[in-house]
C-alpha cells in the first residue's frame, strides 16, 4: 500500500478513557488509522488488541501543554477531542482542560487542516454557576470560532461498563443501606448508551453529520434519578433505603469531602449545582434533527445493557436471582 492509499489518519484525544475507548473500537472496525493521544502511552497498551498490527498507534499528549497537542495532531486528517473532567484535582482543573485545551485542540485542528469533532454535554452553557458546565459552553463558543465547521457532540448521562455514575451508586449500595436521592431525586436524566455515542462520532468522521453543528445525544428513555437509582437496585438485587437530601446539604457534603486529599470525592458541589438542572435532550435539537436519530443510530435500551456488568454488584453476584428488590 502506498502513502497515497493509506486509510485516513485520525487523532483522539483522551482514547483510553471510557468513551475514548469506544470511539477507538468504532474506528478501528471502519479500517482508519489511529493516533490516541493521552498523557500516559505506557497505559493505554490495552487498545491495541482493538485492531490490526500497526494500526493504533499512540503519543504522548497533555492539553496544559500546547507543544504537545500541536506533536499528536501534526499530520493528521481528523481530530476527536474526548477529554473531559468530572471533577478537579491539582493542575487539572476544568478551565484547563475543558476550555484552554478545547481550544487549543480547535487551533491545532486549524493549522493543520484537520477536521474536528468535539465531546461537549448537554447543559453546557457559558453563563452557568456550575465551573463543569460553563468550561463546557465556553469551550463551544472558542472551537466553534476556531473551527467553523467543527462538529460538537452533547450526551446526556452517558453508562456502559466503565461507567462512573450506575457503577459509582451500585459501589455504594454495597457499603451502605441508604442512598442520597440529592435534591428529592427529580431531577431528569437520559442516560445514552457509549456505543451508541462511538458510532455517532464514527458516522462523523465517516461524513454523516453536518459540519458547524451541534448534535445533542440522549437515550429512548427520560428517567428521574430516583428512577434510575431504582433501576440499578432492581438489577442488582438490593433493598436499600433512597433518602432525599436538599441541594443546600449535598452542596456542603460535597465541598467537605472535596478536601480530602487523595480520595476521589463521591460527588462535588459543582456536580450537586449540575444536578439542578434537567439533563436531556432539547425540545430544539429534536425538532431540529440533531439527535441520534438523525445519524441513523438507534438509542438502546439501558436495561437492555446494565444487567451486563452490574451482576457482580448482586450479594452473590451471578448467582443471585435476576432481583426482585426496589
Same mark, same amino acid.
Request: glycine share 12%; hydrophobic share 45%; charged share 25%.
Given at each position: 500500500m502506498t502513502l497515497a492509499n493509506l486509510p485516513p489518519l485520525v487523532t %483522539?484525544? $483522551? !482514547?483510553s478513557g471510557f468513551l475514548g475507548r469506544h470511539i477507538v473500537r468504532a474506528l478501528a472496525k471502519r479500517g482508519y488509522r489511529i493516533r490516541v493521544a493521552v498523557r500516559r502511552p505506557d497505559l493505554a497498551g490495552f487498545l491495541q488488541p482493538l485492531g490490526n498490527v500497526g494500526q493504533i498507534s499512540f503519543v504522548q499528549a497533555n492539553l496544559r501543554y500546547?507543544?504537545? @497537542?500541536?506533536?499528536? @495532531?501534526?499530520?493528521a486528517d481528523f481530530v476527536i477531542n474526548c477529554v473531559? %473532567?468530572?471533577?478537579?484535582?491539582?493542575?487539572?482543573?476544568?478551565? +484547563? *482542560?475543558?476550555?484552554?485545551?478545547?481550544?487549543?485542540?480547535?487551533?491545532?485542528?486549524?493549522?493543520? $487542516?484537520? &477536521?474536528? /469533532?468535539? /465531546?461537549?454535554?448537554i447543559g453546557a452553557d457559558a453563563n452557568s454557576d456550575s465551573s463543569y458546565a460553563r468550561t463546557k459552553g465556553r469551550a463551544e463558543a472558542a472551537i466553534l470560532s476556531t473551527k467553523k465547521d467543527a462538529i460538537i457532540f452533547r450526551p446526556s448521562i452517558v453508562f456502559g461498563p466503565e461507567d462512573g455514575f450506575f457503577n459509582k451508586f451500585a459501589e455504594m449500595a454495597r457499603l451502605s443501606p441508604v442512598l442520597p436521592l /440529592?435534591? $428529592?431525586? &427529580?431531577?431528569?436524566?437520559? =442516560? *445514552?448508551?457509549?456505543?451508541? @455515542?462511538?458510532?455517532? *462520532? +464514527?458516522?462523523? %468522521?465517516? #461524513?454523516? +453529520? +453536518?459540519? !458547524?453543528?451541534?448534535?445533542?445525544? #440522549?437515550? =429512548?428513555? @427520560?428517567?428521574?434519578?430516583?428512577?434510575?437509582?431504582? %433501576?440499578?437496585?432492581?438489577?442488582?438485587?438490593? &433493598?436499600?433505603?433512597?433518602?432525599?437530601? =436538599?441541594?443546600t446539604i449535598a452542596s456542603l457534603i460535597g465541598s467537605v469531602a472535596s478536601l480530602i486529599p487523595f480520595v476521589k470525592p463521591p460527588i462535588t458541589a459543582d456536580q450537586v449545582r449540575l444536578l439542578k438542572r434537567d439533563n436531556v435532550v432539547s425540545t430544539k435539537a429534536e425538532t431540529d434533527g440533531l439527535t441520534? &436519530?438523525?445519524?441513523g443510530v438507534t438509542p438502546t435500551m439501558l436495561t437492555s445493557v446494565l444487567p451486563s456488568y452490574l451482576v457482580h454488584y448482586r450479594p452473590h453476584g451471578q448467582y443471585t436471582g435476576s432481583g426482585k428488590a426496589a
Open positions: %483522539v484525544f $483522551g !482514547g500546547r507543544n504537545s @497537542v500541536d506533536r499528536a @495532531v501534526e499530520g473531559g %473532567v468530572l471533577f478537579e484535582t491539582g493542575r487539572n482543573t476544568f478551565d +484547563a *482542560v475543558q476550555e484552554f485545551g478545547a481550544r487549543a485542540v480547535a487551533e491545532a485542528a486549524r493549522a493543520s $487542516g484537520a &477536521k474536528l /469533532i468535539h /465531546i461537549s454535554a /440529592i435534591g $428529592g431525586g &427529580k431531577t431528569k436524566l437520559q =442516560p *445514552v448508551y457509549v456505543e451508541d @455515542v462511538a458510532e455517532a *462520532v +464514527a458516522r462523523a %468522521v465517516e #461524513g454523516k +453529520a +453536518a459540519s !458547524g453543528t451541534i448534535y445533542e445525544l #440522549g437515550g =429512548p428513555e @427520560v428517567l428521574t434519578f430516583r428512577e434510575c437509582l431504582q %433501576v440499578m437496585l432492581k438489577i442488582t438485587a438490593r &433493598k436499600n433505603r433512597l433518602v432525599s437530601i =436538599p441541594f441520534l &436519530k438523525a445519524l
